[in-house]
């Protein structure tokens, strides 16, 4: 049984840093993706970065410039983020597509203050 676990969440002043992670466990195989993605209250889970097992990395519009998605072959996903913004309050959570299925973790909370 696969297993994703986020670290990393808390709470932090506007313009201040967090750095995320999300490591798997119940598999030998390497992650063909991985992923980060958010949800804030009365909102949608919403995409924020994504990296590929050979290292390319994608950022939706709003993040880009400020977070930085990396992996290793560990399957070990992180997101640092910086200049965090009020609106970047969300639980975070990651994903990871194996060749015999895709999972989720169960979410960290980012807390961002004005």
């Known amino acids: 049984q696969v297993q994703l676990v986020e670290s990393g969440g808390g709470l932090v002043q506007a313009g201040g840093s967090l750095r995320l992670s999300c490591a798997a466990s119940g598999t030998m195989f390497r992650a063909n993706d991985m992923g980060w993605y958010r949800q804030a209250p009365t909102k949608q889970r919403e995409l924020v970065a994504t990296?590929?097992?050979?290292?390319?990395a994608n950022y939706v519009d709003f993040v880009k410039g400020r977070f930085t998605i990396s992996s290793n072959a560990k399957n070990t996903v992180y997101l640092q983020m910086d200049s965090l913004k009020p609106e970047d309050t969300a639980v975070y959570y990651c994903?990871?597509?194996?060749?015999?299925?895709?999972?989720w973790g169960r979410g960290t909370q980012v807390t961002v203050s004005s």
């Open positions: 990296i590929t097992a050979g290292g390319n």
């Open positions: 994903n990871m597509g194996f060749s015999f299925g895709g999972y």
